[in-house]
């Protein structure tokens, strides 16, 4: 399945960059990460629980960044096992575009999910990826621009 | 199967103990969504607690305007109530159309709602009733509790004890099944009363059962399915799988909402 959509976030875009190439931000907005460690500047080894209704499977795997253009775009792919419950594989073209000191961060995925997760979850897959999808985004612009209520912090 | 250990308590305290000393432990219901995900090896819960000896989780009863319905309680039991086909007909009929004889016989209220599947039955009914759902802490609105896709506003430690239907107006429930499982492709849940009307719609939406409030505001307006024809779901927004597209679902929505307003037009008023 195919998804595509854009995240407008409050901040500039070289910050919007670094943060996507942070093991450390990547961990905390990829939901359900367990574990993110940078094996290499474009390589991660990573830990994902996915918890989906009844279903609660732990995909070890591997997260690779490629066509890298800073600070324009880059191309993040993931692929992960979960011993019998299956596998599942995505990845998305992101890239930034910069308007009025905020960035505009679009993006262009695709998930694939095989075995027995993808039997049970046939009817579920489509919603899922889009909620997990809109997890991921939705927490990165919330650890890459500041927040209102840390602004209102900041003036008092 | 994961191994995993199986608890039986005989009171709610120590499920609750139970619960809030193991962090993977699960409650077993009736266990047909649960046990079918455990023997697919798709969840490997540590313990699981099962409600089934645990006093007070069953029965139908009415007390004051509203019918209370322990979280235990199987659908067989709704679908044969005299008391719910007396007080909320719809109720018993949509039980009575749950899955199939095994599911139904096994199948909880409380299991049902807690797992918030997004093309169950139940969900349609709490909302389109405007229940109160009862835990050992709290009450919540149906319209608080059902917060997306398998997601409700329970606490990972909270009990489901009953459900509490108000009683009163009309209501119905219609429903076009999926013919192998009986899950609802689409179903539309509409209830007429004093207060206005309300549209709850299962087994389309995205994040799960949703008020579709535009048909609502029609509805309100002039109670007739005419009402209904320029009013339009976001095929979008709505569920895409093997069985059928978001558009597919977008309009079997309308098409079943349209019915349980002639339905009720036929019917004239209780």
Redesign the interface.
């Known amino acids: 399945m195919d998804l595509t959509g854009s995240q407008r976030i409050e901040a500039p875009r070289e910050a919007v960059w670094r943060a996507l190439n942070d093991a450390d931000v990547l961990r905390r907005c990829i939901p359900g990460c367990q574990e993110l460690v940078q094996a290499s500047p474009t390589e991660f080894v990573a830990k994902v629980v996915l918890k989906i209704g009844p279903v609660k499977a732990t995909f070890a795997g591997a997260v690779t960044l490629s066509a890298l253009d800073p600070p324009n775009a880059y191309h993040i792919a993931g692929e992960g096992q979960g011993g019998v419950a299956g596998f599942a594989k995505g990845g998305a073209k992101v890239w930034l575009v910069e308007e009025e000191g905020a960035t505009i961060l679009h993006y262009e995925a695709q998930a694939n999910v095989g075995g027995k997760i993808a039997q049970l979850g046939a009817r579920l897959i489509d919603s899922t990826s889009k909620k997990l999808a809109g997890e991921f985004f939705g927490a990165f612009s919330r650890v890459v621009s500041p927040a209102p209520a840390d602004s209102v912090a900041h003036v008092e | 199967m994961f191994p995993f250990t199986y608890h039986r308590p005989v009171e709610l305290a120590s499920a609750h103990a139970l619960l809030v000393a193991n962090e993977e432990a699960k409650l077993l219901a009736g266990g047909q ?2 046990i ?2 455990l023997k ?6 540590s313990d699981l607690v099962d409600l089934a000896r645990v006093p007070g989780l069953t029965g139908i009863a009415r007390e004051g305007g509203a019918l209370v319905i322990g979280a235990m309680t199987r659908h067989a039991e709704v679908a044969a109530s005299q008391q719910v086909a007396a007080a909320i007909p719809a109720l018993a009929d949509l039980a009575g159309r749950i899955g199939d004889p095994a599911v139904r016989n096994r199948g909880t209220l409380g299991g049902s709602i807690a ?5 169950a039955d139940y969900p349609a009914a709490c909302l389109g009733l405007d229940a109160t759902i009862v835990t050992d802490r709290r009450e919540l609105a149906a319209g608080d509790f059902f917060l ?3 997601e409700t506003a329970l606490e990972p430690d909270e009990i489901i004890l009953s459900v509490r239907f108000p009683i009163g107006g009309t209501a119905t429930y219609a429903k076009f099944a999926n013919p192998a499982s009986r ?1 609802a492709m689409a179903g539309a849940f509409l209830w007429r009363g004093e207060e206005g009307v309300r549209v709850a719609i299962t087994g389309a939406g ?2 799960g059962v949703f008020r579709w409030s535009a048909a609502e505001t029609a509805l309100v307006a002039d109670f007739s399915p005419a009402a209904l024809v320029d009013i339009g779901l976001d095929g979008d927004e709505m ?5 059928g597209s978001g558009a597919y679902r977008a309009h079997l929505a309308g098409v079943m909402t349209r019915r349980a307003v002639a339905r009720i037009l036929e019917r004239g008023s209780p």
């Open positions: 969504t649960l079918a995900t697919q090896r798709l969840a490997s819960p797992n918030n599947d997004p093309s997306g896709l398998f899950y995205q994040n569920i895409a799988d093997i069985h």
